[in-house]
């Protein structure tokens, strides 16, 4: 029988279900930007019914708020994954963690864009 670590598999879709629940509980527990998100995303919902936001716009901001969500637990998991690899400081390490959050910033840029074509119009016609 061999030593070697093996990889960590899925009993059953159940299984693989449920370590995702706890994986994006562990993010919204432990990831202050990610409480920080999800109160952006109830105001941008909040603005959407107010606003009365068509199907094909529901749509748009909602995948936007739920990618932004999953990058966040992306980056979580990246930061986990380097900080076990390299507990002490390495240059790689550092750059692994700045891209992560990088692709969080690419992010946001794009949500508030998507806000901004999305809100903006309706708002302006508001004022």
Known sequence: M?????????????HSFTCAVRGALHTLRTQRNAWIELAAAVVVVGAGLWLG????EWAVV??????VLALE?????VEAAVDLASP???ELAR???DCAAGAMLFAVLGAIGVA???F???????F
């Open 2 to 14: 061999s030593h070697e670590a093996q990889p960590l598999r899925s009993r059953s879709r159940w």
């Open 53 to 56: 936001l068509q199907p094909a």
């Open 95 to 97: 750059v692994a963690k």
């Open 120 to 126: 903006g119009p309706r708002l302006l016609a508001l």
């Open 62 to 67: 909602l995948l936007t708020i739920f990618v």
């Open 73 to 77: 637990a992306v980056n979580s998991a």
């Open 116 to 118: 901004a074509a999305v």
């Open 88 to 90: 002490q400081y390495h």
